[in-house]
């Protein structure tokens, strides 16, 4: 599958800010799934910033969510195999 320049550029934008990029550092270094919950300790912003990004993150098909109860888990979307998120790894 080819990526098409309007994706190409939803991931380049959603990887163009700190705080995106260690939102999935942050899933990677939790094994691939990491809780909504945990990232504003990784992160320091405050609920409406983290929800904006996870957002920007979801549309650019880096990552998806799941709903578990009252909180949600992200994972790496795998539906773009070429894509970045298949190669972040945890540092």
Known sequence: MT???KQTEKISKALGDI???KILHYIAGKGGC???SGLQDVI?????SIS????ILVESGL???EKEGRNYSYHPEYRHPESISFRI???
């Open 44 to 48: 320091g912003l405050a609920q409406p």
């Open 52 to 55: 904006h990004h996870v957002k």
């Open 63 to 65: 990552i998806d969510g």
């Open 3 to 5: 990526l098409t320049l």
């Open 89 to 91: 790894r945890s540092a």
């Open 19 to 21: 705080n995106r990029l």
């Open 34 to 36: 990491g809780e909504c």
